[in-house]
């Protein structure tokens, strides 16, 4: 079968010849530097004329990972392709000025910012959208740092932390709720403060 791969055409996965033969070939054995050949058969030893796909494949899995990494920050919060006036609804932006077309709270966007007339958009502006999703995705990430109730023990119960509490209807003691937003409300002081400091 091995025969046959010297005829074969490009393999599957593209690698410019650059990338591979600066790796060994898992399959073959061919060193750094050296072409891959055929490893069984009568023209075993030969070189072949495309490199082995074992040697091709940590490569492609190597770019899908970084293409991966790269496109992942994007669409967290969002589902993709989704715009951004789909995932703000009116009633939140119309309480703010927009900065692009200087629409004031409670008014529309405009088409034309500089008269401050033209046609009245019924969608916002991104620019009038972005900090209500900044504002809230840092809301949402603070959210994920602070302990929930059941991260601590609870005061009333005694429960350990991870455990439920052991109120007859199943519920989280108050005192524990408490006690895990004042946790949170902590962590949070402790941060160091991004801005100068009086
Ligand atoms: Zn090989
Ligand atoms: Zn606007
Ligand atoms: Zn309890």
Known sequence: MDQLDGVRLQ???RVARRYWIERSCPRC??????DCVLAVGTDA???RRFPHDERLQPIVDERKAQQAARTQPEGKHS???QLLHEQ????????????RCQ??????????AQTGTGVV????????????LAERKAKAER???????CDIACPDCARLAGERCASPSGGVHRSRVEGAQKAGQEMLRSEPEPGPVD
């Open 29 to 34: 054995h061919a060193a750094q530097g050296r």
């Open 79 to 81: 589902k993709p392709g």
């Open 45 to 47: 030893g030969k070189v």
């Open 103 to 112: 629409a004031e709270a409670g008014s529309n966007c405009v088409k034309d």
């Open 121 to 132: 958009s019924r969608i916002a502006h991104d620019e009038r959208l972005e900090p209500i």
């Open 88 to 99: 703000v609804a009116r009633r939140y932006w119309i309480k703010r000025n927009c900065p």
């Open 11 to 13: 393999p599957v996965p």
């Open 143 to 149: 959210q994920r740092l602070a302990p929930g109730a």
